[in-house]
């Protein structure tokens, strides 16, 4: 296979991985913090309860624009749910780099 398209599955399963981290990390918050895991809303934020759009969900991306607060009301985003979407891109790398 060429470079180009291993490079680009590299990427496409990163960020898979990190979308898989950003799920554990969101429903093991709702857990640990008593709320229901399956919520009826699609993810919301923790401090004023606003239900998250698209552009607030992106794994790693959007923890480093809001510099790891809500948009809407600053409450602070643990570093552990950025850690998770790293831990989980880069879990998923191996399966692309020694498989293809
Ligand atoms: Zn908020």
Redesign the pocket.
């Known amino acids: 296979m060429e470079i180009l398209g291993r490079v680009f599955l590299a990427v496409a399963f990163f960020l898979l991985g990190a979308i898989l981290g950003s799920y554990l990390i969101t429903y093991w918050s709702r857990y640990r913090t008593g709320r229901k895991i399956l919520d009826t809303k699609h993810c919301f ?6 239900e998250l759009k698209l552009r607030d969900m992106y794994p790693i991306f959007s923890y480093l624009v809001y510099r790891g607060k ?6 602070p985003i643990g570093r552990g749910t950025l850690l998770c979407e790293v831990v989980g891109g880069l879990l998923l790398l191996p399966v692309i780099l020694f498989t293809v």
């Not at 934020?45 to 606003?50: S, V």
Request: net charge positive.
């Open positions: 934020c923790f401090g004023c309860g606003k809500c948009r809407y009301c600053s409450y």
